[in-house]
């Protein structure tokens, strides 16, 4: 499977870019070149120089360095919202794709319900409910998505549930939990791997989204939809301020949806058998 992913250009390509990105995020401390939150009117929409590499914002702050620090929240945000609903739906989807009968009825319907709606405006309302906070942002994401992967998940997990392994550990008297984390888990771990890459691609938009509609990440804090935020209003005067971050969102998404299909092309049961 490591010689499968190192032939593979483009889950190297991205693995190795998301990897850079969040490097960079980690050490934004040590290589921003200023102050992200320092303001200084006087030199606001300054063009690209040695002190300013992409220029300054509205109030004069480094546009590169708050790039820097914003990689922080926004990468971080979406992999903890990615753990959080890949978390729940693997779990409702393992209970319900194993036990079937009344388990996999009420979790199903559950789904069913939480599926009719708008995944958007869902959001939208759990965080005009709860209140306007980074946390609360996290909650309604995973609130709301958990219900498509615990489906996905419970197609995958019934693939699995009749093979002879599975069968044969029920017929010695294997404890369902041993079963479960010892047999099925690993079964699907590569599905897990590949919703988990394009979970997080979503999770940024999403909370990029909601920064951007001042619903997510507060001001002054660097986020990156949160800058865009900040840059509407001053498009046409320092379109800089807002194509930078939106670029960069760009990338990220992008690599983390590539890294999604090349990671579904090395884990694929059928190459690896081969």
Not at 59 to 77: A, D, E, F, K, V
Not at 136 to 150: D, G, T
Request: charged share 15%; proline share 5%.
């Amino acid at each position: 499977m490591f010689r499968r992913f190192i032939k593979n250009k483009t889950a190297v390509g991205t693995v190795a870019l998301v990897l850079i990105i969040a490097i960079l995020g980690i050490l934004a401390p040590v290589i921003a070149p200023n102050d992200p939150y320092k303001t200084d009117i006087i030199n606001k929409f300054a063009s690209f120089s040695w002190q300013y590499p992409f220029g300054t914002d509205n109030l004069g702050r480094c546009i590169l360095s708050r790039m820097l620090y914003g990689i922080r929240p926004t990468l971080g945000l979406a992999v903890l919202t990615m753990l959080g609903t890949i978390g729940l739906g693997a779990l409702m989807g393992l209970l319900a794709g194993y036990f079937r009968g009344i388990i996999e009825e009420v979790i199903m319907r559950v789904v069913d319900v939480m599926l009719s709606f708008p995944s958007q405006v869902m959001v939208f309302a759990v965080v005009a409910l709860l209140g306007i906070n980074v946390q609360n942002v996290i909650l309604a994401n995973v609130f709301i998505k958990w219900a498509w992967y615990a489906r996905m998940i419970r197609t995958g997990v019934m693939q699995y549930r009749e093979r002879n392994f599975i069968q044969f550990s029920r017929c010695v008297g294997t404890p369902e939990r041993f079963i479960l984390i010892r047999h099925l888990i690993p079964s699907i771990a590569a599905d897990l791997a590949v919703l988990s890459s394009l979970d997080v691609g979503w999770a940024i938009i999403n909370i990029s989204t909601l920064s951007f509609l001042g619903l997510g990440v507060q001001a002054p804090t660097p986020e990156w939809g949160a800058m865009l935020n900040e840059a509407k209003n001053v498009l046409t005067s320092n379109p800089t301020q807002m194509i930078i971050p939106g670029i960069a969102i760009v990338i990220l998404v992008s690599a983390f949806n590539l890294m999604g299909d090349a990671l579904r092309d090395v884990l694929d049961p059928k190459e690896v058998a081969e």
